[in-house]
Nanobody
Framework: QVHVVESGGGLVQAGGSLKLSCAAS????????MGWFRQAPGRQRELVAS???????NYSDSVKGRFTISRDSAKITVYLQMNTLKPEDTAVYYC???????????????WGQGTQVTVSS
């Protein structure tokens, strides 16, 4: 069983910053990638940023230059530093871990419960 827990959301004014954390734990054999997604009311969940086990990062165009994803491989934790936040960044942010769990022979996606980020104008 793999558990994914996000933290760090909250309310911030436009132009401010927040840092989200995501920790994966449990019977993990290896990690392929971890990433952040977000879902605003009435909209589909979208990729924000991801990082592979090799350290390759990917960002959505809407957050490039403002958000930075990083990781601590030893802790199986990924971070999302969000700067220059805009009201349109308001959403529930979810962490996804692509992992090979002990006892399985395929990589599966594991999601956290999400953390709310609200940016006021």
């Amino acid at each position: 069983q793999v558990h994914v827990v996000e933290s760090g959301g909250g309310l911030v004014q436009a132009g401010g910053s927040l840092k989200l954390s995501c920790a994966a734990s449990g019977s993990i054999f290896s990690i392929k990638a971890m990433g952040w997604f977000r879902q605003a009311p009435g909209r589909q969940r979208e990729l924000v940023a991801s990082i592979t086990s090799d350290g390759i990062t990917n960002y959505s165009d809407s957050v490039k230059g403002r958000f930075t994803i990083s990781r601590d491989s030893a802790k199986i934790t990924v971070y999302l530093q969000m700067n220059t936040l805009k009201p349109e960044d308001t959403a529930v942010y979810y962490c996804k871990t692509e992992a090979l769990a002990v006892g399985l022979n395929y990589i599966a996606d594991y999601w956290g419960q999400g953390t709310q980020v609200t940016v006021s104008s």
